[in-house]
């Protein structure tokens, strides 16, 4: 349960909740679980849009399942260390003091806390399609996201 009230404490406090995080010693293994479960979390928002477009295109579901596991549970965490690291440069470059673990823990718990409006977005496209319901679930979930991630980049790196 300490990750749902992290989870609801980070929509009060995002930075708080990040030094929390890095107050505990560095471990790779929980940087690896927190992208992981977003990832996971990201997969299981897709379900609903991706059985509305088997539906509506009489399409095979087991192989957009299939593509989209792979996708979003194997090749995205990749991509998120990669962006973890540019982060960390950048911050560096702004005069930033943080370390490139510490930009990882920022990105990755912004991800996993704003997961619950990621499962609202893919909700709403399952459920309701492509629409504006579905642009401002959109916009409001990147919104949140970046405030999550910027704040906890601000924590990591000036403090």
């Not at 579905?134 to 970046?146: D, E, K, N, R, S």
Request: a positive charge; glycine letters at 12%.
């Amino acid at each position: 349960m300490a990750l749902m009230r992290d989870i609801t404490a980070t929509y009060r406090g995002p930075g708080r909740v990040v030094g929390r995080l890095l107050a505990a010693p560095t471990n790779e293994g929980r940087a690896l679980a927190l992208v992981m479960g977003a990832c996971v979390v990201l997969f299981i928002a897709r379900w609903p849009a991706l059985a509305r477009q088997a539906h509506l295109q009489d399409e095979d579901l087991q192989m957009l399942l299939g593509s989209t596991l792979f996708a979003t549970v194997f090749m995205l965490p990749l991509l998120f260390y990669v962006l973890g690291l540019v982060a960390h440069l950048l911050a560096r470059g702004l005069g930033g003091k943080g370390t490139a673990y510490g930009a990882r823990i920022a990105l990755f718990w912004a991800l996993l806390a704003s997961s619950p409006l990621v499962l609202l977005n893919g909700l709403v496209a399952g459920f309701i399609g492509p629409g504006i319901q579905l642009t401002i679930v959109g916009i409001l979930w990147t919104a949140v996201f970046l405030w999550f991630w910027i704040a906890g980049m601000r924590r990591v790196g000036w403090g």
